[in-house]
């Protein structure tokens, strides 16, 4: 059932100290956002929102366009919605040139010739019906906003009554406007009484489909299930842990700029060549020609969050004589601005000046309720400033790390204007999964940035970055606040001369899916669910493969057939009660593969998995004629429960395994 959440406290008088600009963007109420939106909820910012939302999803949920079409009778009122979609985010629909047609055809000449659609203040209710009729005929016209402002031409009732008809025939695409109060009134209870949701202005009911959209985005983002290795390369994590040891080590929390970029560089992010060295100008200046001019100096110390703030940062240096003069200059200037400040060196990097470059930040963070977050925005120096900035919970894939772009102002730059062509949108996905990884990878990372990461069309690349880690840091994977899929829990058996893949099932399992439950004999259903069915319900399928790994498990066995195709063999699915203690379990095989050992490989699996997850009981329920059910259970070493005596009169038997 659908989940709307209205919460207040969106505004924070005071937020708290934070070292990193990602602890200072992602607030809270930032966080509890994207949990919400990942969790496929709806968070709406009113009570008159919530009841709206409430009216909308109980009427209109089954509705899946993502354009909305207004038809109206009222020039006026189609403006004031057609601002209202700007506003929200709604798209219009685009009419076909058939539906263009046959409305030129059958409408005065004076139509507003587009969408929204004004049948002009005179329509009778036959212009409604052969206008709605149009539009029935066109999928292109998505939803329908059906919209009359009152005259004393025809009455509101007969328009009603004479469109009902074709309103039921296209059921949950026509959401109702009636403009008034007395006079719309019977109207309004003819379409309620259909169960066509109805609202009181334009921009309500542009409101409510706005919030319908967004919670079907939220939902579909709830399907999403990514394993925490989405990168194409493989990261070097031994690198990268070395780094982070050897900090903790020498017992601190901040890394170097240089070893920030090192750990980024073994997660494949492309990083700016950085030198860090010491206070003396002659290594600075070693350095510089090392590297080559131009290059950019930055001040070392790890009491000094943001160097620029301190004027720690010079940029274009072209010359080793620039070079040192600047770093005379900055440490006259950061010993003045930050005298407590302990300074261990200077870093010397190459400048990387793109064309078309665009500044942008990654980070990630620890929140104290949902665990690691993740950050993307507009960056530079006035990251604060602009606020320009998303938040997701990982683990991303690159659907959801895209949409996380999405999301922010600095999208619509990435993507190209005037005579600047379009960023590596490409690069800076990558980027995110990369740190999305990292957070699974490395738990003692509680704060991270990138900023600037810069990117341009040809790639992405992290000028400055900054880590901290602590011994005691609540992340990884397991602190997830989004159960990723668990790609540890797959193996391969041999079985019968084939190899065999053991795996969790996955939302994209679902064709594959369904032509495993095709070859089931109405049989072999029977005793699995106790009965028979030929068919089964597209949300059905959506509960079998989209589970939460939290509570239940479902492995399948796959291989590849002939064709070089994935198929499923058979699957084993156990739901754990809430304290953990007790899990029932069930097995399917295909039809045809009966009494071939299969099953024995999937028991296996499966009572591993319930040992390794600590619970202390498996059960199933099975019919007492299943008799291949209840030797393979006896033969693992189950034991019919008390409660299910041979004496008894029901059908069926509990099983019970002791782990």
């Given at each position: 059932?659908?989940?709307?959440?209205?919460?207040?406290?969106r505004?924070?008088?005071?937020?708290?100290?934070?070292?990193?600009?990602?602890?200072?963007?992602?607030?809270?109420?930032?966080?509890?956002?994207?949990?919400?939106?990942r969790?496929?909820?709806?968070?709406v910012?009113?009570?008159?929102?919530?009841?709206l939302?409430?009216?909308?999803?109980?009427?209109?949920?089954?509705?899946?366009?993502?354009?909305?079409?207004?038809?109206?009778?009222?020039?006026?009122?189609?403006?004031?919605?057609?601002?209202?979609?700007?506003?929200a985010?709604?798209?219009?629909?685009?009419?076909?040139?058939?539906?263009?047609?046959?409305?030129?055809?059958?409408?005065?000449?004076?139509?507003?010739?587009?969408?929204?659609?004004?049948?002009?203040?005179?329509?009778?209710?036959?212009?409604?019906?052969?206008?709605?009729?149009?539009?029935?005929?066109?999928a292109?016209?998505?939803?329908?906003?059906?919209?009359?402002?009152?005259?004393?031409?025809?009455?509101?009732?007969?328009?009603?009554?004479?469109?009902?008809?074709?309103?039921?025939?296209?059921?949950?695409?026509?959401?109702?406007?009636?403009?008034?109060?007395?006079?719309?009134?019977?109207?309004?209870?003819?379409?309620?009484?259909?169960?066509?949701?109805?609202?009181?202005?334009?921009?309500?009911?542009?409101?409510?489909?706005?919030?319908?959209?967004?919670?079907?985005a939220?939902q579909?983002?709830?399907?999403?299930?990514?394993?925490?290795?989405?990168?194409?390369?493989v990261?070097?994590?031994?690198?990268?842990?070395?780094?982070?040891?050897?900090?903790?080590?020498?017992?601190?929390?901040?890394?170097?700029?240089?070893?920030?970029?090192?750990?980024?560089?073994?997660?494949?992010?492309?990083?700016?060549?950085?030198?860090?060295?010491?206070l003396?100008?002659?290594?600075v200046?070693?350095?510089?020609?090392?590297?080559?001019?131009p290059?950019?100096?930055?001040?070392?110390?790890?009491?000094?969050?943001?160097?620029?703030?301190?004027?720690?940062?010079?940029?274009?240096?072209?010359?080793?004589?620039?070079?040192?003069?600047?770093?005379?200059?900055?440490?006259?200037?950061?010993?003045?601005?930050?005298?407590?400040?302990?300074?261990?060196?200077?870093a010397?990097?190459?400048?990387?000046?793109?064309?078309?470059?665009?500044?942008?930040?990654?980070?990630?963070?620890?929140?104290?309720?949902?665990?690691?977050?993740?950050?993307?925005?507009?960056?530079g120096?006035?990251?604060?400033?602009?606020?320009?900035?998303?938040?997701?919970?990982?683990?991303?894939?690159?659907?959801?790390?895209?949409?996380?772009?999405?999301?922010?102002?600095?999208?619509?730059?990435?993507?190209?204007?005037?005579?600047?062509?379009a960023?590596?949108?490409?690069?800076?996905?990558?980027?995110?999964?990369?740190?999305?990884?990292?957070?699974?990878?490395?738990p003692?990372?509680?704060?991270?940035?990138?900023?600037?990461?810069?990117?341009?069309?040809?790639?992405?690349?992290?000028?400055?970055?900054?880590?901290?880690?602590?011994a005691?840091?609540?992340?990884?994977?397991?602190?997830?606040?989004?159960?990723?899929?668990?790609?540890?829990?797959?193996?391969t058996?041999?079985?019968?001369g084939r190899?065999?893949?053991?795996?969790?099932?996955?939302?994209?399992?679902?064709?594959?899916?369904?032509?495993?439950?095709?070859?089931?004999?109405?049989?072999?259903?029977?005793?699995?669910?106790?009965?028979?069915?030929?068919?089964?319900?597209?949300?059905?399928?959506?509960?079998?493969?989209?589970?939460?790994?939290?509570?239940?498990m479902?492995?399948?066995?796959?291989?590849?057939?002939?064709?070089?195709?994935?198929?499923?063999?058979?699957?084993?699915?156990?739901?754990?009660?809430?304290?953990?203690?007790e899990?029932?379990?069930?097995?399917?095989?295909?039809?045809?593969?009966?009494?071939?050992?299969?099953g024995t490989?999937?028991?296996?699996?499966?009572?591993?998995?319930?040992?390794?997850?600590?619970?202390?009981?498996?059960?199933?329920?099975?019919?007492?004629?299943?008799?291949?059910?209840?030797?393979?259970?006896?033969?693992?070493?189950?034991?019919?429960?008390?409660?299910?005596?041979p004496?008894?009169d029901?059908?069926?038997?509990?099983?019970?395994?002791?782990?």
């Amino acid at each position: 059932k659908p989940v709307i959440i209205v919460k207040a406290g969106r505004s924070v008088s005071g937020m708290r100290a934070a070292q990193s600009h990602t602890g200072a963007l992602a607030g809270s109420d930032l966080v509890f956002d994207a949990a919400i939106r990942r969790a496929g909820m709806l968070r709406v910012d009113t009570l008159q929102d919530l009841l709206l939302a409430a009216e909308t999803l109980a009427r209109f949920a089954g509705n899946r366009d993502k354009s909305l079409t207004i038809l109206t009778n009222g020039g006026g009122a189609g403006v004031l919605a057609a601002d209202a979609a700007a506003v929200a985010g709604v798209r219009l629909a685009e009419l076909g040139e058939a539906t263009r047609a046959r409305l030129d055809a059958e409408l005065p000449v004076n139509w507003s010739q587009g969408n929204p659609i004004d049948i002009i203040g005179d329509a009778p209710a036959a212009r409604y019906v052969s206008t709605l009729d149009a539009l029935k005929e066109d999928a292109s016209a998505g939803a329908i906003l059906f919209m009359h402002a009152p005259t004393a031409i025809v009455p509101s009732a007969e328009i009603a009554r004479a469109c009902l008809p074709l309103i039921r025939a296209m059921p949950q695409r026509v959401l109702g406007c009636w403009l008034g109060d007395a006079a719309v009134a019977e109207a309004r209870a003819e379409f309620n009484a259909t169960g066509v949701p109805c609202y009181d202005t334009p921009e309500e009911a542009v409101r409510a489909f706005a919030l319908l959209t967004t919670y079907r985005a939220n939902q579909a983002a709830l399907l999403e299930a990514p394993d925490t290795r989405q990168a194409e390369r493989v990261p070097d994590v031994h690198r990268a842990r070395s780094v982070i040891a050897a900090t903790m080590a020498e017992g601190r929390e901040m890394l170097s700029e240089a070893e920030a970029k090192t750990v980024l560089d073994a997660y494949n992010v492309r990083v700016v060549r950085t030198l860090a060295v010491g206070l003396e100008p002659a290594l600075v200046v070693g350095a510089g020609d090392a590297i080559g001019y131009p290059v950019a100096l930055k001040i070392i110390s790890k009491d000094i969050s943001h160097k620029s703030d301190v004027g720690g940062v010079t940029l274009d240096l072209s010359n080793a004589d620039s070079l040192r003069t600047a770093a005379q200059a900055m440490l006259v200037r950061v010993r003045e601005r930050c005298p407590e400040a302990e300074l261990q060196g200077f870093a010397v990097q190459a400048m990387a000046c793109p064309a078309h470059a665009r500044e942008l930040i990654v980070g990630a963070s620890v929140d104290s309720v949902f665990g690691p977050v993740l950050l993307f925005g507009a960056g530079g120096t006035a990251v604060e400033v602009t606020a320009d900035r998303a938040i997701a919970l990982p683990p991303l894939n690159s659907l959801l790390a895209r949409d996380l772009i999405g999301r922010t102002r600095v999208a619509r730059l990435l993507a190209g204007y005037r005579e600047s062509p379009a960023a590596d949108i490409g690069a800076v996905v990558t980027v995110l999964l990369a740190v999305s990884q990292m957070l699974a990878d490395l738990p003692e990372i509680v704060e991270l940035d990138i900023n600037p990461l810069v990117a341009h069309p040809a790639g992405a690349i992290a000028l400055d970055a900054r880590i901290r880690v602590s011994a005691h840091a609540p992340g990884g994977a397991q602190h997830f606040a989004i159960r990723p899929y668990p790609s540890e829990l797959i193996e391969t058996v041999e079985w019968r001369g084939r190899r065999l893949t053991l795996r969790p099932i996955r939302p994209e399992d679902e064709a594959q899916h369904l032509a495993f439950l095709e070859r089931l004999d109405p049989q072999d259903i029977r005793m699995r669910i106790f009965y028979s069915r030929r068919s089964i319900e597209r949300s059905e399928l959506a509960r079998l493969t989209q589970i939460d790994y939290a509570r239940e498990m479902a492995f399948i066995a796959e291989a590849v057939n002939a064709e070089g195709q994935a198929e499923t063999l058979g699957t084993v699915r156990l739901v754990a009660n809430a304290d953990n203690v007790e899990a029932e379990f069930g097995i399917i095989l295909r039809s045809d593969l009966k009494g071939m050992g299969l099953g024995t490989v999937l028991m296996e699996r499966i009572v591993r998995y319930a040992r390794g997850r600590g619970m202390r009981y498996l059960v199933a329920t099975v019919l007492r004629e299943n008799a291949r059910m209840i030797a393979l259970a006896k033969a693992s070493g189950f034991e019919i429960a008390p409660e299910a005596a041979p004496a008894s009169d029901d059908d069926t038997l509990k099983l019970r395994l002791a782990l």
